[in-house]
């Protein structure tokens, strides 16, 4: 997961994510993907030295 709160695209800081939803988020993405996938992230990295897209 990869929530940013940016103005201009050229910087950006991480949002928080309430710790139950992400919890529920988790539980959904994988119980829905659970053949295709073993973990869900949360990317807290500020840009910079971060990008927005997942590379």
Excluded at 19 to 28: A, D, M, N, T
Excluded at 34 to 49: A, H, L, S
Aim: net charge neutral; proline share 5%; aromatic share 8%.
């Amino acid at each position: 997961l990869r929530a940013v709160d940016s103005f201009d695209g050229m910087t950006a800081n991480f949002s928080k994510i309430p710790q139950e939803l992400l919890e529920k988020i988790s539980s959904r993405i994988s119980n829905t993907l659970k053949k295709d996938i073993n973990r869900v992230v949360y990317d807290i990295t500020n840009k910079p030295p971060s990008t927005i897209e997942w590379e």
